[in-house]
């Protein structure tokens, strides 16, 4: 990350998982990254998104580290105990979408509320979230999927608005959702993920570089890993 200071300081939530775990491998790999640190349920502090007190209890437990020059939630839910991807309107179940919301959008706004002030003030800053392509209401062509739409579409809307805020107080600060592309991971594994994704590092590495590019203008926007704008 050339365009973040030297030494600058960086947390990944989610590190355990195969995107999140290149994140902080090509992080530690930074002779720039001065710390890289990843959170999630094992961590010390732990964060849990379906145990929102642990967000701002990990935030307290790191206050006195920071600050945070780079902070990526590398989280994400599809399916899982609650539910598989909805196919169709009849599919749709109130707990499965419940818990859709408490990972995909939840735990991240949660994640912004608390770390995002841990972010320099006089120096450049980047918070980014992992959104989804299938989350942008105005690419939407082929539906289905109705939980995890619209709970990356809701993630969307967290992320412009708390850019609109926090350009108040971090002018310097990017913060952006990022779509990865298809890649090689748990979540994709049920839809032919081994065979049509791309390995997480190339993934990272992707990501990291558009993050690179952003400018404070360009805070609040929705990024695919190429660099393409995405539409909301």
Not at 200 to 219: F, I, K, M, Q, T
Request: neutral net charge.
């Amino acid at each position: 990350m050339q365009s973040l200071p030297s030494g600058y300081r960086a947390l990944v939530i989610g590190g355990s998982g195969a995107i999140g775990g290149a994140l902080l491998a090509s992080l530690r790999a930074d002779a720039r990254c001065a710390c890289a640190l990843s959170l999630g349920r094992t961590s010390t502090p732990a964060v849990d998104f379906e145990a929102p007190a642990s967000i701002a209890d990990a935030a307290q437990a790191l206050s006195g580290q920071g600050p945070w020059h780079l902070v990526v939630v590398a989280t994400g839910m599809l399916q899982g105990a609650t539910g598989n991807a909805e196919k169709r309107l009849g599919d749709i179940d109130a707990q499965h979408m419940a818990a859709s919301f408490a990972i995909n959008t939840i735990g991240p706004a949660l994640a912004l509320a608390h770390f995002a002030p841990q972010l320099p003030r006089d120096e450049r800053s980047v918070f980014a979230v992992l959104s989804a392509k299938v989350g942008s209401i105005g690419d939407n062509r082929l539906g289905g999927w109705y939980s995890y739409r619209a709970s990356k579409a809701a993630l969307n809307m967290v992320v412009k608005t708390a850019a609109i805020e926090l350009a108040r107080t971090h002018p310097r600060a990017v913060l952006a959702a990022m779509h990865p592309g298809t890649v090689d991971s748990r979540l994709s594994a049920p839809f032919r993920g081994a065979q049509i994704g791309r390995p997480a590092e190339a993934a990272a590495g992707d990501l990291l570089a558009v993050l690179d590019r952003l400018d404070p203008a360009d805070s609040g926007g929705f990024w695919a890993y190429d660099g393409e704008r995405l539409p909301w």
